[in-house]
């Protein structure tokens, strides 16, 4: 399973890649608004930390400005993976995209329906919004679950399945046990998925009793 962490904090990202556990990076204008950057140097910024996908997501909602802000977004690396909404609009754009050998993020996937279509798009990731639909009283897990068994029905799609929208460690072993491809989330929950109170307290008693020994590993 790849981690990819859901933010635009560019300390956070040189955090989260020194301990070699993160696989790529995703953003999106909400993101980017937080983050107080501005959107091209960010990008290329992030280029330069993480060497797997960065999800850099267009604005525009037409076909043609998209396509345009694609092909700039492409230009900043090999490894940015274009993002694009799931619209008629947006699945254009990721064939085209797709036909060119460039990586595609399509976001804003809540049915099953629409990932099926990103799939035949040849999108390289499908981003369901897990959280989201969670916020909205659906089971958010239900979708990944549809997702992976109707993509495994299919072993010509390409797409892998990047559980977006993660609000805490269950979401990410859930996925772990439907074996989706990726999951997206804020570093916070990252840095929880360490946490274990009996962790603490088994180590807090062997440091305690190695200082009894007056022993020196080195
Ligand atoms: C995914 O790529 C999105 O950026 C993200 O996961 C959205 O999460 P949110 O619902 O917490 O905003």
Redesign the pocket.
């Known amino acids: 399973m790849k981690f990819f962490v ?1 933010t635009a904090d560019t300390n956070e990202i040189r955090d989260l890649a020194a301990t070699g556990l993160l696989d790529g990076v ?1 953003t ?1 204008p ?2 980017v608004l937080k983050s107080g950057k501005n959107f091209i140097p960010l990008i290329e910024e992030i280029c330069g930390i993480v060497d797997g996908p960065v ?1 850099a997501e267009v604005a525009a909602t037409d076909y043609e400005t998209m396509w345009k802000e694609a092909d700039k977004l492409r230009q900043i690396a090999d490894h940015v993976a274009v993002k694009v909404p799931l619209t008629p609009a947006g699945l254009k754009v990721c064939k085209k995209l797709s036909d060119e050998g460039t990586m595609v993020n399509v ?1 804003l996937c809540f049915s099953a329906a629409q990932a099926i279509l990103a799939a035949k798009a040849g999108a390289a990731f499908i ?1 369901p ?1 897990v ?2 639909l969670d916020d909205v009283g659906e089971e958010g897990m239900n979708l990944i679950a549809d997702i992976v068994e109707i993509y495994a029905n299919y072993p010509n799609f390409q797409t892998e399945v990047l559980v ?2 993660i609000r805490n460690p269950m979401h990410i072993v859930n996925s772990a046990k439907l074996g989706a491809d990726v999951i ?1 989330c804020p570093p916070s929950v990252i840095r929880q998925l360490y946490q274990h109170p009996l962790t603490d307290k088994g180590l807090a008693n062997f440091v305690e009793d190695w200082k009894k020994t007056g022993q020196s590993i080195l």
């Open positions: 859901d995703t999106n909400s993101l999800s976001t981003s919004f959280g989201r977006a929208s997206t």
